[in-house]
């Protein structure tokens, strides 16, 4: 168990350009959770799997996101037609049963010049 | 919907001494809540949990407190180390529904 593992670690990227990051989760974890937070300020809810059902979205995942979970297992957040106010640290979370706490990976930072 | 607030966004203390960072939440159907430490750079790590049918629980050198009469948790940690500054997260977990809710976090630093 590595934990949870997010590719890339850094991103920098022109306005308008489409990224995406990928999410490894903890193998055993059939929940997976997408958040973005800014400077300053804590963690906010993207998005969530279970399995690879996607189960609940954020009114903040407008339609230029979104979000995989194909095979239950690995996970993508595609952004297309970046802007500036992109610019934000992009956080996954797994967890296991419903009685357990989400465990975070490292995050992707994406930087929208 | 579901708001928390930190009392101190930013604590000061010496290293060894004690350290108390206070939350409140507001969602009384909050049954599960979580302590998260975040250093620069790198995600929210899981310090410690509580249920709502516990007041208190210990862990390595912390302690979580919760009061459910007014919505209120407090995370101690004794002999604060420099190892410990950060920023730390209360996130409730609702008794119905998918998703762990942040507050802004207390930024804690340790003086050496």
């Known amino acids: 168990d590595t934990g949870v593992s997010q590719d890339p670690r850094h991103k920098i990227t022109k306005r308008g350009q489409n990224v995406t990051f990928r999410c490894d989760p903890i193998s055993e974890h059939n929940r997976l959770y997408w958040y973005r937070q800014t400077l300053g300020q804590g963690p906010e809810f993207l998005t969530y799997?279970?399995?690879?059902?996607?189960?609940?979205k954020s009114r903040l995942l407008s339609d230029r996101f979104s979000a995989e979970r194909p095979k239950g297992s690995f996970s993508t957040l595609e952004i297309q037609r970046t802007e500036q106010g992109d610019s934000a640290m992009y956080l996954c979370?797994?967890?296991?049963?419903?009685?357990?706490?989400?465990?975070f990976g490292n995050g992707t930072r994406l930087t929208v010049t | 919907g579901e708001s928390v607030g930190l009392h101190l966004p930013t604590l000061s203390v010496q290293e060894g001494d004690n350290s108390i960072i206070n939350c409140a939440y507001s969602n009384s159907a909050s049954d599960y809540f979580i302590w998260y430490k975040q250093e620069s750079g790198k995600g929210p790590q899981f310090i410690i949990d509580i249920r709502s049918n516990m007041d208190k629980r210990q862990g390595q050198r912390v302690t979580v407190l919760l009061n459910k009469t007014v919505k209120h948790l407090s995370l101690q940690i004794a002999a604060t180390q420099p190892g410990d500054s950060a920023v730390y997260f209360c996130a409730p977990y609702p008794r119905y529904g998918n998703k762990l809710v942040f507050g802004a976090g207390t930024i804690l630093r340790v003086k050496s």
């Open positions: 799997f279970q399995n690879e059902a996607q189960l609940e």
């Open positions: 979370a797994s967890r296991g049963d419903s009685n357990s706490p989400l465990h």
